[in-house]
């Protein structure tokens, strides 16, 4: 069974710096499956980066996904005000899995 | 507009029934696979369910495995989840997303969600 970890749990940063986020598998996941969405409060979650490291349309490029194995980032190189919220990452498969997410919020 | 809109949620003792529905609109919704998830209260996502383009094929989570059933009518553009012997942990929102085959099967598209309380 395939299970997701996410860190840091929360993430406090200000605007215009770097976050970077962690999702980890607990074994090698195919990097072509794995997903990073964004939520914000009250609202559905939005596909940020397909196949671990394609922009959806309409991302900006300040999104960037890398990883592959059992290790996968999420960077938000400068923080936009809309960019806080919270992350997960999910692994595409038989049963779809998500991470238990990264709140970035503002320090 | 590319659209999925939930309806169907609500207050239902333990042991009850709902249907969720979930109306596609602005894309060829036969030719997609299509998932439920749900969010409990202050958590996070939860996979429920999918089904394929046709509706021959099926998968669930361990969790709501026969309780729920999931199934769609291409006619009317329309996705189902019929929920029975509903518990109190079921209480979340519920999602319909669209899975995306060109993207890696990411959800491209979600709803807004319903709300389904379970409760006495």
């Known amino acids: 069974e395939i299970v997701l970890t996410q860190s840091p749990g929360t993430l406090s940063l200000s605007p215009g710096e770097r976050a970077t986020l962690s999702c980890r598998a607990r074994?090698?996941?195919?990097?072509?499956?794995l997903v990073w969405y964004q939520q914000k409060p009250g609202q559905a979650p939005r596909l940020l980066i397909y196949?671990?490291?394609n922009r959806a349309t309409g991302i900006p490029d300040r999104f960037s996904g890398s990883g592959s194995g059992t290790d996968f980032t999420l960077t938000i190189r400068r923080l936009e005000p809309e960019d806080f919220a919270v992350y997960y990452c999910?692994?595409?498969?038989?049963?779809?899995?998500f991470g238990p997410g990264t709140k970035v919020d503002i320090k | 507009e590319v659209q999925l809109v939930e309806s169907g949620g609500g207050l239902v003792q333990p042991g009850g029934s709902l249907r969720l529905s979930c109306a596609a609109s602005?894309?060829?919704?036969?030719?997609?696979?299509m998932h439920w998830v749900r969010q409990a209260p202050g958590k996070g996502l939860v996979w429920v369910s999918r089904?394929?383009?046709?509706?021959?094929?099926?998968s669930y989570a361990d969790s709501v495995k026969g309780r729920f059933t999931i199934s769609r009518d291409n006619a009317k553009n329309t996705l189902y989840l019929q929920m029975n012997s509903l518990r109190a942990e079921d209480t979340a929102v519920f999602y319909c997303?669209?899975?995306?085959?060109?993207?890696?099967?990411?959800?491209?598209?979600w709803g807004q969600g319903t709300m389904v309380t379970v409760s006495s």
């Open positions: 997303a669209r899975e995306a085959a060109d993207l890696f099967y990411a959800f491209d598209i």
């Open positions: 602005g894309f060829t919704f036969s030719t997609y696979w």
């Open positions: 089904i394929n383009s046709d509706g021959s094929s099926t």
């Open positions: 074994q090698s996941v195919s990097s072509s499956y």
């Open positions: 196949g671990s490291s």
């Open positions: 999910q692994q595409y498969g038989s049963s779809p899995i």
